[in-house]
């Protein structure tokens, strides 16, 4: 078995099918792929969705549990995974027609611990065009550290990326406890890891923008537990960055360059987690507290995030206030009654 596509779902009876039509209009044999589906205690018609298409093709397989949450699952999948390779994908996205089969070259061809591409942010279920034409002559391998000190806006889903199951399985990298931003320490730690990896420019993965995402909710407790996921986020960046920092494998360039890229994407983080405290019903002191802890570890103020991707006048204006607990303070409780109002609208 080649490849496992790994697959959580939870009430995706909108885009499920969408997905596994993807993944069964590919390049490669039946045999050489399984499409493991694990259902999460959906309550809509996920199921027998899923089970209508398992009756035609012999490579999904479908579990179900009780709901356990996102992360949870995907350890799950891992264990029951038998391919060389792994893919983890969300049940509201897909991918191209036709292109598993010359990704599964090259990562074989190339004895690859990850192999990377692009993707694109759309609502439409229907971009299945092949964006495969790749010249192996270019490729190019090289490790996770240095993808990491040359790459310091890589994503952290897991989403765009095959890696080696028994790569995952020698480190012990698994998802670890928490309902949101897992992905975001597991993305970095695989990479950091990781000895051989090729990034293609090619886009392979289609992210649907589905308005009942539930990083998207307005729920207030759910906004108060986001809060605090961001904050253990970027708490345990701090602890990568402290035990990646003296690495015998670094020059001091690359070193500063790592530790720069981490920060940065701290920054990131702590940018759009202001976001959710203004929605949230987070006190002034607790927010005071959560500033505080991150001026401790030299996070806050956000110095490193304006630039490159973020140089807009609007980035440049929200993280002033931001940066500035007066300002930010004064105006926390009108913008939160705007918002609710639906006058204005927050990311």
Not at 250 to 273: P, T
Request: proline share 2%; charged share 25%.
């Amino acid at each position: 078995m080649k490849l496992s596509i790994l697959i959580p779902m939870y009430n995706a009876s909108a885009y499920i099918g969408n997905c596994l039509d993807s993944l069964i209009h590919q390049d490669l044999s039946k045999d050489d792929y399984e499409i493991i589906v694990m259902d999460d205690g959906s309550t809509d018609d996920s199921v027998n969705i899923v089970e209508r298409y398992i009756l035609e093709n012999s490579n999904i397989i479908l579990f179900k549990e009780e709901n356990a949450g996102a992360y949870p699952t995907r350890n799950k999948l891992l264990k029951l995974a038998k391919g060389d390779y792994i893919y983890n994908l969300d049940a509201d996205d897909y991918i191209a027609h036709n292109s598993i089969g010359i990704l599964i070259e090259i990562v074989l061809k190339n004895n690859l611990d990850i192999l990377a591409f692009e993707t694109i942010a759309t609502n439409k279920l229907n971009i299945n065009y092949n964006d495969t034409n790749i010249n192996h002559k270019e490729l190019k391998v090289t490790n996770g550290y240095d993808f990491l000190c040359n790459n310091r806006n890589f994503r952290f889903e897991i989403w765009w990326y095959f890696v080696r199951r028994k790569f995952l399985l020698t480190h012990k990298l698994k998802f670890e406890f928490g309902k949101y931003l897992v992905d975001v320490l597991f993305t970095t730690s695989v990479f950091i890891k990781a000895e051989r990896v090729i990034k293609l420019s090619n886009v392979i993965h289609r992210y649907v923008e589905a308005p009942e995402s539930i990083m998207n909710s307005s729920d207030v407790e759910h906004l108060k537990s986001l809060v605090y996921e961001y904050v253990s986020v970027i708490s345990r960046f701090q602890s990568l960055i402290d035990s990646q920092s003296d690495n015998i494998y670094f020059d001091e360039i690359n070193r500063m360059r790592y530790i720069n890229n981490l920060k940065y994407k701290m920054s990131v983080v702590l940018y759009f987690m202001f976001y959710k405290l203004i929605k949230s019903n987070l006190s002034i002191k607790k927010i005071n507290s959560i500033l505080n802890k991150f001026k401790k570890i030299n996070v806050y103020p956000i110095t490193s995030f304006l630039g490159e991707e973020y140089y807009k006048k609007k980035f440049v204006i929200t993280a002033f206030i931001f940066n500035n607990k007066f300002l930010f303070f004064s105006v926390l409780y009108p913008i939160r009654l705007l918002s609710k109002l639906n006058i204005i609208k927050l990311p």
